[in-house]
């Protein structure tokens, strides 16, 4: 079954500041891969995904993420992040039909 | 709007009653899941279903059993609930599990 690994499950930072999130997976079949953003009290909701091709994903809001296969890896960032982007981040691989998640970074931009 | 639809959006059960949550999605979409959300825990599966008339357990049905009613309405059922079982329930929906999932609002639910 494929898992995924998130990495400094909280993150506080200024906004302007650049973000980065580490996501690590183990899947041993064909990788598509997900970053899905929950904003306070909302749902979760897409921000990008990677299914093949260019490794660099291009998401909403300016995210993007890149998928580096050598490494099992699929950091998201954003270079300049804005009080909006406060919410909870979940990277999130998909196998046998189904989207194993992450524990998701909780992220907090302080004006 | 098309996407997909939860109900209740809140619940408090006792321990031991019993519950459905609803969820029904228009996008026509094959597969649905459930899954349940806890701080630090992530999104964990429930079951889900990959086409209508079947369904599979995931990561932690222990407690629930769910049924496929047709193409759009995928309920979860607890037939006695725990305090364990507190948490925020999400349905989801894909197009053949190939594609992103649409996510529902959520069912806050808490056992006391």
């Known amino acids: 079954a494929q898992s995924v690994s998130q990495h400094n499950h909280h993150v506080i930072l200024s906004e302007a500041a650049s973000l980065e999130l580490g996501c690590n997976y183990s899947y041993g079949g064909t990788v598509n891969l997900f970053w899905y953003v929950q904003y306070p009290g909302q749902h979760l909701q897409l921000l990008l995904k990677y299914f093949s091709g260019d490794p660099l994903v291009k998401g909403i809001k300016g995210f993007e993420a890149e998928f580096i296969k050598s490494k099992f890896s699929f950091n998201l960032r954003k270079p300049s992040v804005q009080w909006s982007d406060t919410a909870e981040y979940f990277c999130?691989?998909?196998?046998?039909?189904?989207?194993?998640f992450g524990k998701g970074n909780q992220v907090v931009v302080i004006p | 709007n098309a996407g997909v639809t939860q109900t209740p959006k809140f619940q408090v059960l006792k321990t031991g009653q019993s519950m459905t949550l609803q969820c029904a999605q228009d996008?026509?979409?094959?597969?649905m899941y459930w899954y349940r959300q806890d701080p630090g825990m992530g999104l964990r599966l429930i079951y889900y279903?990959?086409?209508?008339?079947?369904?599979d357990k995931g990561e932690v049905p222990n407690g629930y059993n769910v049924s496929r009613l047709n193409k759009r309405e995928f309920s979860l059922r607890l037939e006695s609930a725990a305090p364990s079982q507190t948490s925020v329930y999400f349905c989801?929906?894909?197009?053949?599990?190939?594609?992103?999932?649409?996510f529902g609002s959520g069912t806050r639910l808490t056992v006391v």
């Open positions: 999130a691989v998909k196998g046998n039909n189904r989207l194993a």
């Open positions: 996008m026509n979409h094959n597969s």
């Open positions: 279903s990959a086409s209508e008339g079947t369904t």
């Open positions: 989801a929906s894909s197009w053949q599990g190939l594609d992103g999932y649409t």
